[in-house]
């Protein structure tokens, strides 16, 4: 179990519609059912100045692909 800090970013990711599975770490995953979505957000917060590691299968389950 994390913080009260992690938990609040937790919850605030949450309400942004993002499935973020059981976790409620420092390094909060958002789950999605496409790859190609998956890459498109992590393009787009790339080009914002955010650094978000997509991770997919083998490293993940075929249809959880996430962003980390």
Not at 17 to 27: D, E, F, K, R, V
Not at 38 to 66: E, H, Q, S, T, Y
Request: charged fraction near 20%.
């Amino acid at each position: 179990i994390g913080s009260a800090a992690e938990a609040i970013e937790c919850r605030l990711v949450r309400r942004l519609g993002l499935h973020t599975g059981t976790s409620c770490t420092p390094i909060i995953p958002a789950i999605f059912d496409h790859d190609d979505a998956v890459f498109r957000l992590a393009l787009a917060l790339d080009a914002a100045g955010i650094f978000a590691a997509p991770v997919i299968f083998p490293a993940c389950p075929r249809d959880r692909p996430r962003l980390r």
